[in-house]
C-alpha cells in the first residue's frame, strides 16, 4: 500500500500506539510490520495517547511533525 496524498483520521483511544511511516502497512494508519518485511529504512513512530481524541495521522510521507499530518501534502 504506497503512500495517499492524505492523512488518515483516526478516533483514537487512550494507549501506546505504532504508526506507519513508511507508506506499506495493510492496516494504516497502524505498523504492520511491512518495513521490515520490505527493508524499506523506515521505522514506525511510537506515540502515547493519553486520552480519547481525533488525529490526523500522514500518509502522504512528507510530514514535518511525524507522524501526524501538518498539510505537507497540500503543497
Do not use: R, W
Not at 520490505?38 to 493519553?50: M, S
Amino acid at each position: 500500500m504506497p503512500y495517499q496524498n492524505e492523512p488518515v483520521l483516526v478516533n483514537e483511544t487512550p494507549g501506546t500506539k505504532h504508526y506507519c511511516t513508511c507508506g506499506e502497512s495493510a492496516n494504516k494508519p497502524y505498523c504492520d510490520g511491512s518495513h521490515a518485511k520490505l527493508n524499506t529504512g523506515k521505522l514506525p513512530k511510537k506515540i502515547e495517547i493519553t486520552e480519547g481524541k481525533k488525529v490526523a495521522v500522514c500518509d502522504c510521507g512528507k510530514t514535518g511533525n511525524a507522524p501526524f499530518c501538518d498539510g505537507s501534502h497540500s503543497k
